[in-house]
């Protein structure tokens, strides 16, 4: 199946400054890309998604790059706020047969 | 209000006794999953279910199996449950579409086994 690697595990940030996780994928094919934040002690929710027809996606202080030729994507969050600590994870999808492929999460810690 | 339940959400089991994690969904989803995550890990796939009496592995299913006999319903069991078998498991399902599989989350279920 997929495989996704993502990093870094652990990002630790200055209140007010940008955060970048960055995911590769491998199947050519996987044209759906979620990312889904999971805060401690809670279920995972979907936050973006980028679909393999579009390059960039943003949604206020998120914004998502995909660069297919690369096997490539990203989150970007800008102007990082104490309530972006969370564990985030990137996952790549051939929607033919639902199976979502997950990174294995990058722990985001935004400093005061 | 679209929503995945989960039953329990906690529960405590000795080793050797057999554990039945009930999910369920109100969104009419034709594909249901279950994962486990173990402390600052990722999501782990122990198995899908694209329908009802249509289950396949995913990619950790030795010691588990499920059981999906209505669409709203999949339930995880453990048959003998082992020490390593401690861990949160997250029930999720999607509508899968032309374009897109977004997956709804469960809350999850902490099972501790002694």
């Known amino acids: 199946g997929e495989q996704v690697e993502q990093l870094p595990s652990i990002l630790r940030v200055q209140e007010g400054s940008s955060a970048s996780i960055n995911c590769s994928y491998e199947?050519?094919?996987?044209?759906?890309f979620p990312w889904y934040k999971q805060e401690p002690g809670e279920n995972p929710k979907l936050i973006i998604d980028?679909?393999?027809?579009?390059e960039r996606k943003q949604i206020q202080e998120l914004i998502v790059l995909l660069d297919k030729k690369a096997k490539r994507f990203s989150l970007h969050i800008t102007d990082t706020q104490p309530g972006d600590s969370a564990m985030y994870f990137c996952?790549?999808?051939?929607?033919?047969?639902?199976?979502?492929?997950f990174g294995d999460g990058t722990q985001l810690v935004v400093k005061p | 209000d679209m929503k995945v339940t989960q039953m329990p959400r906690y529960l405590i089991k000795r080793m050797g006794e057999n554990v039945l994690l009930e999910c369920g969904q109100d969104?009419?989803?034709?594909?249901m999953y279950w994962y486990r995550q173990d402390p600052g890990l990722g999501l782990q796939l122990i198995y899908i279910?694209?329908?009802?009496?249509?289950?396949s592995e995913g990619d950790i299913p030795k010691g588990y199996r499920v059981s999906r006999k209505k669409r709203e319903h999949f339930s995880l069991i453990l048959d003998s449950a082992k020490t390593n078998q401690t861990s949160v498991y997250f029930c999720?399902?999607?509508?899968?579409?032309?374009?897109?599989?977004?997956?709804?989350f469960g809350p999850g279920t902490r099972l501790t086994v002694l």
């Open positions: 969104m009419s989803h034709e594909t």
């Open positions: 999720a399902s999607s509508l899968p579409g032309k374009d897109y599989a977004e997956q709804f």
């Open positions: 279910s694209y329908d009802v009496d249509s289950n």
């Open positions: 996952a790549a999808s051939v929607n033919s047969n639902n199976r979502i492929f």
């Open positions: 980028i679909r393999s027809n579009m």
């Open positions: 199947d050519s094919a996987s044209n759906y």
